[in-house]
């Protein structure tokens, strides 16, 4: 039996609005996107959105940093 992904309500808006702010997506903002591919609740919208940052990551203007989080430095 598969367990079903359901995001915190708003993650994605904030992780949009700090990847896009910052420009760059960490590891851990990865394996949350990750995570909302397999949300079956996602809206159309929120497929959009997760499809225009992958296509700004695949053309360099989001970088990847393979820190786990950029809070403190980490």
Same mark, same amino acid.
């Given at each position: 039996? #598969? =367990? $079903?992904?359901?995001?915190? $309500? *708003? !993650? &994605?808006?904030?992780?949009? !609005?700090?990847?896009?702010?910052?420009?760059?997506? =960490?590891?851990? +903002?990865?394996?949350?996107?990750? !995570? !909302?591919?397999? +949300?079956? =609740? &996602?809206?159309?919208? #929120?497929?959009? *959105?997760? +499809?225009?940052? &992958?296509?700004?990551?695949?053309?360099?203007?989001?970088?990847?940093?393979?820190? &786990? *989080?950029?809070?403190?430095?980490?």
């Amino acid at each position: 039996m #598969e =367990t $079903p992904v359901h995001l915190i $309500p *708003s !993650a &994605l808006g904030e992780l949009f !609005a700090e990847v896009n702010h910052h420009r760059y997506i =960490t590891l851990a +903002d990865r394996y949350g996107l990750m !995570a !909302a591919i397999f +949300d079956e =609740t &996602l809206t159309e919208e #929120e497929k959009r *959105s997760i +499809d225009r940052l &992958l296509r700004a990551v695949y053309r360099g203007k989001i970088k990847l940093v393979n820190q &786990l *989080s950029m809070v403190n430095g980490l």
